[in-house]
């Protein structure tokens, strides 16, 4: 998914927050999100928890928005023209609707709810997502992976897989990167990764083992749940400090739950993220907006019925390092 912002913010991320100490014991921020339109006269509206102020990275998860449910006869759907990514990967996941990709590898897929598409960019790559005449309610997360800089130039590849669904304690797990609750995804990365849907029965509570090496994000999309003792509510992001051996999630509402659980070892790298591009400074931005807009490095989208999306202009000022909290 593209960021559709027409002055998008450039900021680096990574390193050890000022202060940070990992601890025993379980210590949960909560993140809210904010609302950003996706653009046209009928935009769809995506709420976006990473990257904020308060919290760029969980692991190398650098960036998460979640929609839905939109009624597509309303918003008009999604129709994200060919725009570039670099230094990433993406990780689409649905809960209801359906979305066709297309990419300048050649891979024609559609992403469809309880399987994962994942795409890396690397040097470069451009990709067009519309959501399908027989999608009528839009819902899902978007998500991107920094890649790390031994591979941020990695061969682009598109995988996908879709995780068979681990039961317990009334709960339903579909683990669609890294392992949790016994289940391993066959998807490769390249940081140590957790990525995840939990769907929870009514006041159904459930204890998950997990790496205390991790930092966890628990996103909310459907009810209220409590992570190891924090409440978190719908759209919002409960931060989890690397640390425990375990979280536990409860389901305080009469309803079902429905969360997307991520996690990894902290991203020590920092990173710039400008628009659809991750790099190590302001040159490495620069060179793939250029590189966009002459048409070089990212490759074509066939089959994509519009023109591709023109990069935003870059800020009238250098481009320049926001902090280090990740």
Same mark, same amino acid.
């Given at each position: 998914?593209?960021?559709a912002?027409?002055?998008?913010?450039?900021?680096r991320?990574? @390193?050890?927050a000022?202060g940070?100490?990992?601890?025993?014991?379980?210590?949960?921020?909560?993140?809210t999100?904010?609302?950003?339109?996706l653009?046209?006269?009928?935009a769809m509206?995506?709420?976006?928890?990473?990257?904020?102020?308060a919290?760029?990275?969980? @692991?190398?998860?650098c960036f998460?928005?979640h929609?839905g449910?939109d009624?597509?006869?309303?918003?008009?759907?999604?129709?994200?023209?060919p725009?570039p990514?670099?230094?990433?990967?993406?990780?689409?996941?649905?809960?209801?609707?359906?979305?066709?990709?297309?990419d300048?590898?050649?891979?024609?897929a559609?992403v469809?709810?309880g399987?994962?598409?994942l795409?890396?960019?690397?040097?470069?790559i451009s990709?067009s997502e +519309?959501?399908t005449?027989?999608?009528t309610?839009?819902?899902?997360?978007?998500?991107? +992976?920094?890649?790390p800089?031994?591979?941020?130039d990695?061969d682009?590849d598109?995988?996908?897989?879709?995780p068979?669904?681990v039961?317990?304690?009334g709960?339903?797990?579909?683990?669609?990167?890294?392992?949790?609750?016994?289940?391993?995804?066959p +998807?490769?990365?390249?940081?140590?990764?957790? @990525?995840?849907e939990?769907?929870?029965q009514?006041?159904?509570?459930?204890?998950l083992?997990?790496d205390?090496?991790?930092e966890?994000g628990?996103?909310?999309?459907? @009810?209220?749940?409590?992570?190891?003792?924090t409440?978190?509510?719908?759209a919002?992001?409960?931060?989890?400090?690397p640390?425990?051996?375990?979280l536990?999630?409860?389901?305080e509402?009469?309803g079902?739950?429905?969360?997307?659980?991520?996690?990894?070892?902290?991203?020590?790298?920092?990173?710039?993220?400008w628009w659809?591009f991750?790099?190590r400074?302001?040159?490495d931005?620069?060179?793939?907006?250029?590189?966009?807009?002459?048409?070089?490095?990212?490759g074509?989208?066939q089959?994509?019925?519009?023109?591709?999306?023109?990069?935003?202009?870059?800020?009238?000022?250098p481009?320049?390092?926001?902090?280090?909290?990740?």
């Amino acid at each position: 998914m593209s960021k559709a912002e027409t002055k998008p913010v450039e900021m680096r991320c990574g @390193g050890p927050a000022d202060g940070e100490r990992a601890t025993e014991a379980v210590r949960v921020d909560v993140l809210t999100s904010r609302d950003v339109p996706l653009g046209g006269p009928r935009a769809m509206t995506v709420r976006r928890t990473l990257p904020q102020r308060a919290r760029t990275l969980i @692991g190398a998860w650098c960036f998460a928005d979640h929609y839905g449910p939109d009624d597509v006869s309303v918003t008009g759907g999604m129709d994200v023209a060919p725009h570039p990514h670099t230094g990433l990967q993406t990780v689409s996941w649905l809960f209801s609707g359906e979305i066709e990709h297309r990419d300048s590898l050649g891979s024609h897929a559609f992403v469809r709810p309880g399987e994962l598409n994942l795409m890396t960019g690397g040097h470069g790559i451009s990709h067009s997502e +519309v959501s399908t005449p027989r999608t009528t309610v839009l819902h899902g997360v978007q998500l991107w +992976v920094a890649l790390p800089e031994a591979h941020r130039d990695a061969d682009r590849d598109f995988q996908h897989h879709a995780p068979e669904p681990v039961r317990a304690d009334g709960a339903e797990i579909r683990v669609f990167l890294g392992s949790l609750a016994g289940h391993t995804s066959p +998807v490769r990365t390249f940081t140590p990764l957790l @990525g995840a849907e939990i769907v929870l029965q009514p006041r159904a509570a459930l204890t998950l083992a997990v790496d205390p090496g991790f930092e966890h994000g628990l996103l909310v999309d459907q @009810g209220k749940v409590r992570l190891s003792g924090t409440l978190v509510g719908r759209a919002e992001l409960g931060y989890a400090h690397p640390g425990a051996d375990a979280l536990t999630l409860a389901n305080e509402s009469d309803g079902i739950a429905r969360t997307v659980l991520l996690g990894g070892t902290p991203f020590e790298e920092e990173i710039v993220m400008w628009w659809n591009f991750i790099g190590r400074s302001a040159e490495d931005i620069v060179q793939a907006r250029q590189d966009w807009m002459e048409g070089r490095r990212f490759g074509e989208v066939q089959g994509y019925d519009g023109a591709p999306l023109p990069a935003p202009e870059l800020p009238t000022v250098p481009l320049k390092p926001r902090g280090k909290r990740r």
